[in-house]
């Protein structure tokens, strides 16, 4: 039984990184032979086990044979004479076929190392082509190393196009497309992930929603860079790195690719008519309800925001009960940074000044500080104290509204 440290784990000690996750491979061994060293067996399509101390994976050294469409269409073969240089093989990318034996030897068949010295992200073999999770998985890695100057090579991303024109990424789950794109969009650089997605032909096919933004004019007076895909990838760029923003952010503007042409560049309505695509997005990728509640908002609400100054106190309170913004304080804070991100992702216009926010959020404090208490003390019941609460609190909006008048 030999032991080497293999994937994420090497690429980032190399690339002087911190290393969060240790996965391991095992040559020379069987799944009778793990069980007796007390590893516990969690591999449901692999064979993988967590080592009975540390929790960290160990996975047989194994090849893969295309036996079906998609993600699990695999048969696999982990018998013990597996060489570790099989298993390499089957990897994705030559940075992540790097091996590191338990003296500190470096395993490199693939050339991995020559790649990091020459910040390429690159397929090991055409075996590549027969995982269409792999796509989501380059566009991400190009996401994650963007700033440290990788790009993609050429053939892999030709590879990328010649599987997306084969259909085979038709066949992914949802389960498996949201994990690559939950964990995508909180990467240093998640505009690169859709630019990555749009260059190899693949948007169209996740998120034909978005793809349908690229070319779509919008008022160069609010919009200095017209296009409307452009907006919402420097959009993403602008937002903080916490996937619910981002997420609400990638999704605001959908509705514009429903504008009829004879108004453009505008799109009068776009928020409403947006929220069932936004809605289609959610289902189909089966995303949590949480982040579905919130690009919902923000796609309906995200132009009052913009507006904020200029609506009445009663608009105001309308918007935070829609929101459930006294109940949920972290979720309408959400939806004011995903706002913000929208307002400043505009050519020339990043670093905008956008009050807003602050308005908004004291006006939110101040109507949460009116509680039903005093109004019950004065004989206010049922719908009556509903109504006088309602009052209350939008005269505590307008209060922050003149001082900001002020």
Not at 29 to 47: I, N, S, Y
Not at 73 to 80: E, T
Request: a neutral charge; aromatic letters at 6%.
């Amino acid at each position: 039984m030999r032991i080497y440290l293999v994937g994420g784990a090497v690429r980032d000690k190399l690339l002087h990184r911190p290393v969060y996750e240790r996965d391991w491979v095992v040559v020379g061994a069987d799944e009778k032979q793990m069980l007796t060293h007390g590893f516990k067996p969690v591999g449901r399509d692999f064979p993988v086990f967590l080592h009975p101390d540390t929790g960290d994976e160990y996975a047989l050294a194994r090849t893969e044979r295309k036996s079906g469409h998609g993600y699990g269409g695999f048969s696999v073969n982990a018998a013990s004479n597996i060489t570790l240089e099989e298993d390499l093989l089957r990897r994705d990318l030559t940075i992540n076929a790097i091996a590191e034996s338990s003296d500190g030897k470096l395993i490199d068949p693939y050339g991995g190392q020559k790649d990091l010295q020459a910040r390429v992200l690159r397929h090991v073999s055409p075996a590549f082509a027969e995982d269409p999770l792999r796509i989501l998985r380059v566009a991400r890695f190009a996401a994650r190393y963007h700033h440290l100057d990788f790009t993609i090579a050429p053939e892999t991303v030709e590879l990328m196009r010649q599987m997306v024109e084969a259909g085979e990424i038709e066949y992914l789950v949802a389960e498996r497309i949201w994990k690559e794109v939950s964990r995508a969009l909180t990467e240093p650089d998640p505009d690169i992930f859709i630019r990555v997605l749009r260059e190899c032909g693949a948007l169209p096919v996740f998120l034909p929603e978005l793809e349908q933004l690229f070319g779509v004019p919008q008022p160069p007076i609010h919009h200095p860079e017209v296009d409307t895909g452009e907006h919402v990838l420097m959009a993403l760029r602008a937002a903080p790195a916490e996937l619910p923003v981002r997420f609400a952010v990638l999704l605001h503007d959908l509705g514009k690719g429903l504008t009829p042409e004879k108004i453009l560049p505008s799109h009068h309505g776009h928020e409403s008519a947006g929220i069932p695509l936004v809605r289609a997005v959610c289902e189909r990728w089966r995303t949590p309800k949480a982040l579905t509640t919130l690009a919902i908002g923000v796609c309906e609400y995200h132009l009052h925001c913009h507006r904020a100054f200029e609506l009445r106190p009663q608009t105001i309170m309308k918007m935070m009960r829609s929101l459930d913004a006294l109940r949920r304080p972290e979720r309408f804070e959400n939806f004011l940074r995903a706002c913000e991100a929208d307002a400043r992702g505009r050519q020339g216009l990043e670093h905008r000044d956008y009050p807003q926010v602050n308005f908004l959020r004291a006006a939110r404090e101040a109507a949460a500080t009116v509680t039903a208490d005093a109004l019950i003390a004065q004989g206010c019941e049922g719908a009556k104290l509903g109504q006088a609460l309602d009052r209350a609190r939008i005269r505590a909006i307008a209060k922050v509204k003149e001082a900001y008048r002020a």
